[in-house]
């Protein structure tokens, strides 16, 4: 059974443009959240998307955003991007429900120049 | 509001030792699942247990070992007779409340070197 696939592995971008990550889940898996992860802050939570419909946000700006597609692949995009944002930023899938255990990709670290 | 706090940022021990890593969590929910992931070079992060708020019964697997207790709101984690593939970060997570879906709070993570 494939993991969690997430692409682009590495990015550089310039303060201002915007980027998307994407994250195949685990087949069957219709729950996707997204992480970010930096040596500041730790780990924290963006957004869950389930049945492509957002069910949870994390306290990041607006400038965050993602979207979740009928086969349960999601892409998170940054707009405006700032020194900041750079970051790993995992992608986790998990089966529907609740407190389901998640599955980690390898993440896409992003640095912001 | 939810929190996970991981004391120890980091833990060096020689091979062979047995080693424990602190999880203190708080929450106001009745109902929750508390998780342990771990953390390699690699850098995706791997499921090691799962364990919801009403079965406080201690679990082992392997080497692994884990003791949750409510009344202190702990969630501590044991490697016996660590080894060097040990190595790597921990991190403690708490999923409160039936709305949270499978949304996860993570403590600051404990890095655990095993030097051979």
């Known amino acids: 059974k494939a993991g969690v696939t997430q692409t682009p592995r590495y990015l550089i971008k310039t303060r201002g443009q915007q980027v998307t990550l994407s994250c195949s889940p685990i087949s069957g898996h219709r729950s996707v959240s997204w992480y970010q992860q930096t040596p500041g802050q730790g780990l924290q939570f963006l957004f869950e998307?389930?049945?492509?419909?957002?069910?949870n946000k994390g306290n990041f700006p607006g400038r965050f955003s993602g979207r979740q597609f009928s086969n349960s692949r999601s892409e998170m995009n940054v707009s405006t991007l700032e020194l900041g944002d750079s970051a790993l930023y995992l992608c986790?899938?998990?089966?529907?429900?609740?407190?389901?255990?998640?599955?980690f990709g390898q993440g896409t670290r992003l640095t912001v120049v | 509001a939810q929190k996970v706090t991981q004391a120890q940022t980091e833990i060096s021990v020689v091979e062979k030792e047995d080693v424990t890593l602190d999880c203190v969590y708080e929450?106001?929910?009745?109902?929750?699942?508390l998780f342990w992931y771990k953390q390699p070079p690699s850098g995706e992060l791997v499921f090691l247990i799962r364990?919801?708020?009403?079965?406080?019964q201690n679990e082992i697997s392997g080497r692994y070992s884990w003791n949750f207790q409510k009344s202190t709101s702990s969630f501590n984690f044991t490697i016996t007779a660590s080894q060097v593939v040990d190595s790597a970060v921990y991190f403690c997570a708490l999923s409160g409340g039936n709305n949270a879906g499978n949304m996860l709070t993570f403590g600051g993570g404990t890095r655990l070197m095993v030097k051979p």
């Open positions: 998307y389930f049945s492509e419909t957002q069910r």
């Open positions: 364990r919801n708020s009403f079965d406080e």
């Open positions: 986790a899938s998990s089966l529907e429900g609740w407190g389901t255990e998640a599955f």
């Open positions: 929450t106001r929910d009745t109902t929750y699942y």
